[in-house]
Every structure is written in structure tokens, then in C-alpha cells.
């Protein structure tokens, strides 16, 4: 009987402690799932709402980032809106807009005139004539100043009341070379910085130019005390020796080609050894690039250098632009108001030309590379970059086509197809363009016609000195522009067919 009660008493303690065991043991799985299933649903509720947060907060910034970008081509629109408008011909709305032009930097880079603003060093400047004299520094004059008579400008069925004479006095600019010590040098641009001063290329006047370099933010001139705050960036490189090649214009055709190619092929007569690297701007076209190839021999160490960029350099060989163009007129950009023609705003190097004339005339050239003897030369706003196009291009190129003259863009070609391209021109019709310089390689004699717009107080002496230094004739024929700014000379126009055709009879 005991044994029996004993038993009942160990089974039922047993099931007594196994129920407990299993009933805990389910609790503590089910504490365990929810528990675990209450961290996963809160980490993955937590990571979506971290990532749209993060998605949400990046949409933002990108929206908000690429409206900003995108501020300089919406004011620019509507600058050209306005223009345009009945608004445009109003004289204090021209005076705002070119205001807001030159103001650019200060409106449309705002980080950048900040950044200026805290973080700049100011130097006085000096024009280099200037700071060469006075320190007299040693220079080997590659080209001779020279006093010339060229004719005026010349204009098919109209009479331009800004050139009264017939002949104007012209100086030949000079070009030399020098060696200069410890110079920090600038990407994009022809300012140096020696000894604590910046100094400014030959030809420059900031009371009457404006640079690239200054529209974007990165240099401010007080005109007053003749002093220029520059943005306080670190040198990304140092050299012992190199060669002076960097540019405000090195991207454009015209500029690149009179101004800095003959830089180049004089290199050869400096006696500059080909170890010593030349410092270029990383812009450059290849097209540019094939240029060098072809007129300088043997092997160059090019260094590019990006925008703005500083490279300090112990020994700098350096040479003068062989021509100048002023980029922008400050007076114009400010009020509007064109400046009076004026023939000494452009400086050319007869020597310059020479150089570019002068080369070997092989086999390569005349062979493969089709030539015309009549050229009309095309161009586009896709190809150029920018206005001054033609409205009526298409029915004045077919005219041109009946008349037998070859047409082409230029600037679908390759350096050395522009160069024989124009080896037996004899009479070329163009738009003013960068691709008007490609005469240079044309033979003495051409016969030109330069279609352009015709704007108030219109200043046509760029190509029509050019042409005269080459030795061609040269007569325009003016087109009413499109735009309401009769002051811009970049405006899209508008060639009269009758006229082209009597202009096409004429040079028959």
C-alpha cells in the first residue's frame, strides 16, 4: 500500500515537473519569437525610414543642386527674353542686363565670391611692360614693332559712317621673349605671380578689358588702387624648369591659332631644349593638339593644366602672345555701349603670320587633302558654340553651290584638312568666325567676302586688318541682325538674297 502511494506520488511529482518544464519552455520560445520578431519588424521599419529619409533627403539635394547649376542658363534666357522683347529696347533694362553680365561671377557663383571673400590674398598688379622695365630684365625681341598704312574697312553696297578715312595708321606689335625666376602661373590664363605681385599680359588694361579669369570669381581688380585680390588656392604642382603656353583663348580656333601656335613653332629657334616640358591647358581641342604635331619637330613633354590650376615654376621660359584681341569690353558690358572703332585695340605680329606661312610644304599636304579654289565656308551654332548664325544659311549656301563654289564647315575637318583645304582658295565667302583665320594658309590675293551683322557703331577692323597683314581683299556685306540688340554684335542675322547674288557676280 505505501509502495503504491509512494509511486502514484513520483509519477504524478514527475508530470507535475514535466508540465512545468514544457509549459516554461513554451513560454520561453514564444517570449523568445515575439521578441525577435518585435527586432526584426522594428529593424527593418527603422532601416526603411532611413533609407527614404536618405533617398528623400538625396532627391532634394539633387533637385535643389542641379536648379542652382542650372540658375546661369535660366537668367541667361531670360536676359535674352527680355532683349528680345518690346522691353529690350529700352535703355535701362540694356544697361541692367549688361550690368548682370559683367556681375555675372558675383550672381551666378556665389560660392566662389564667397569663398573670395574669405579666402584671398591681394596683390598689387602691374602691367608686364611695366614690371620688365623696371626691373630690367634681360629679352630677346622675336618680333620688331613697325609702323604700317592699311585700308580701312571695305563694304559691298553700303558706306559705314564710323570710317571716315580711307587709310589709318597701324603698329605691329612686338613679341618678346624672357626667362623669369620663381613664378607661380595660373590655368587658362596668361597672369603670373612674381614677387608678390601679379602681373598681367601685354596688351591688357583692366580699366578697359575683362578677362575670363575675373568673370569667374577667381580674381577682383580695384581699378582705384591698383590692386587684385586672388582666390587663396594651393599649387598642385611644382616644376624646376618649363615653358610658358597657357591662355585665356587657348579654346578657341581663332585665337589659338595667331596667338599661341607660333608660340609654339618658335620654340625651335629659342634654341628651348626638348627636355624641358611646356605647360599647355587641358581644354585644348585635338584638333589644336594635331596643330602642334604638325609644325613642331620632335618629341615636346606637354603638361596640362586644368582650369585655374597653379603650377610654381623656378625657371620660366615665357613669350609674348604673338597677337591680342581684347575678350570683353568692360565699358560695353556695363552700359551697353559699343566703343568707338578703334584699329589700336588689335594687336598683330607681323612675324607671327610669317611663321605660320612659312613651313614645308610636303608631299603629305598635297596629297590626300582636297583644295577648291572658290570656298564658301559654313557655320553652325552646334559646331561654333555659339550665335552670330546666319538665318537664311541654308539658301544662300545653295546660291553659292549654282555658283560653284565648294562648300563646307570647317570645323568638321581635321587641322590638316582646314590647312589644305584653303592652299588654292582664291575667292572665299564666310561668316566672321573663328574659321576666317584658316586664310592664313590661303596664297596672297584671295579675294574675300565676310558676312556680317550689321550693329551701331560697328567695329569691323579685326578681319579687315588680319586680311591686309595676309595680303588678301577683303569687303563685307552686312545683314540686319534678328535680335532687338542692334548693339550686339553677335546677334543672328539676316543676308539680303539680292544683294549676295550681285556679290557672287561681281567676283565671278
Request: aromatic share 14%; proline share 4%.
Amino acid at each position: 500500500m505505501i509502495k503504491r502511494i509512494g509511486l502514484k506520488s513520483f509519477w504524478t511529482g514527475r508530470a507535475l515537473l514535466l508540465k512545468s518544464f514544457w509549459t516554461g519552455r513554451a513560454l520561453l520560445l514564444k517570449s523568445f519569437w515575439t521578441g525577435r520578431a518585435l527586432l526584426l519588424k522594428s529593424f527593418w521599419t527603422g532601416r526603411a525610414l532611413l533609407l527614404k529619409s536618405f533617398w528623400t533627403g538625396r532627391a532634394i539635394v539633387y533637385t535643389v543642386y542641379f536648379f542652382l547649376r542650372s540658375l546661369p542658363f535660366r537668367i541667361s534666357g531670360a536676359m535674352e527674353f527680355l532683349l528680345n522683347s518690346r522691353l529690350g529696347n529700352l535703355r535701362f533694362l540694356l544697361s541692367l542686363v549688361r550690368f548682370l553680365r559683367l556681375k555675372r561671377a558675383r550672381f551666378l557663383s556665389l560660392l566662389n565670391r564667397f569663398l573670395l571673400l574669405k579666402n584671398s590674398q591681394t596683390f598689387i598688379y602691374e602691367e608686364f611692360e611695366s614690371y620688365a622695365t623696371s626691373r630690367n630684365l634681360d629679352s630677346l625681341r622675336i618680333s620688331q614693332s613697325l609702323d604700317i598704312a592699311l585700308s580701312a574697312p571695305r563694304f559691298l553696297f553700303t558706306e559705314e559712317q564710323t570710317f571716315v578715312d580711307s587709310e589709318f595708321e597701324f603698329v605691329l606689335r612686338e613679341v618678346d621673349y624672357r626667362v623669369l625666376r620663381n613664378v607661380e602661373v595660373f590655368g587658362r590664363s596668361e597672369i603670373l605671380c612674381i614677387e608678390n605681385r601679379i602681373v598681367l599680359p601685354l596688351g591688357y588694361s583692366p580699366t578697359k578689358d575683362v578677362l575670363p579669369i575675373e568673370l569667374d570669381g577667381e580674381i577682383d581688380f580695384n581699378l582705384v588702387k591698383k590692386t587684385a585680390r586672388v582666390m587663396n588656392r594651393k599649387i598642385t604642382q611644382s616644376l624646376e624648369e618649363a615653358v610658358h603656353l597657357l591662355g585665356s583663348l587657348t579654346g578657341n580656333y581663332a585665337h589659338w591659332i595667331l596667338e599661341f601656335l607660333p608660340k609654339f613653332i618658335a620654340l625651335s629657334s629659342l634654341e628651348i631644349p626638348s627636355r624641358i616640358p611646356i605647360l599647355i591647358d587641358d581644354w585644348l581641342h585635338p584638333r589644336f593638339i594635331e596643330s602642334i604635331e604638325y609644325f613642331v619637330k620632335g618629341e615636346r613633354n606637354l603638361v596640362k593644366v586644368g582650369k585655374y590650376n597653379r603650377v610654381l615654376v623656378e625657371k620660366l621660359h615665357f613669350i609674348d602672345n604673338f597677337s591680342y584681341v581684347p575678350p570683353m569690353d568692360r565699358n560695353f558690358m556695363l552700359n551697353g555701349n559699343p566703343p568707338p572703332p578703334d584699329a589700336s585695340r588689335y594687336q598683330f605680329s607681323s612675324f607671327g603670320i610669317e611663321l605660320l606661312q612659312f613651313t614645308d610644304q610636303n608631299s603629305e599636304d598635297r596629297e590626300g587633302y582636297e583644295s577648291h579654289q572658290k570656298l564658301f565656308l559654313i557655320r553652325t551654332e552646334k559646331t561654333s558654340g555659339n550665335k552670330r548664325q546666319i538665318a537664311n544659311m541654308l539658301e544662300i549656301a545653295e546660291l553659292a553651290r549654282l555658283y560653284g563654289y565648294f562648300v563646307v564647315d570647317p570645323a568638321e575637318l581635321s587641322f590638316r584638312e582646314q590647312k589644305a583645304l584653303f592652299r588654292e582658295a582664291r575667292v572665299v565667302i564666310s561668316p566672321l568666325g573663328a574659321a576666317m583665320v584658316n586664310l592664313v594658309f590661303a596664297p596672297k590675293g584671295c579675294k574675300v567676302i565676310a558676312l556680317s551683322p550689321r550693329f551701331e557703331n560697328g567695329d569691323y577692323y579685326y578681319f579687315s586688318i588680319l586680311n591686309s597683314l595676309l595680303g588678301h581683299e577683303l569687303n563685307y556685306l552686312l545683314g540686319n541682325p534678328i535680335a532687338k540688340d542692334r548693339n550686339n554684335h553677335n546677334s543672328n542675322f539676316k543676308i539680303d538674297i539680292g544683294e549676295f547674288k550681285v556679290a557672287l557676280d561681281l567676283f565671278r
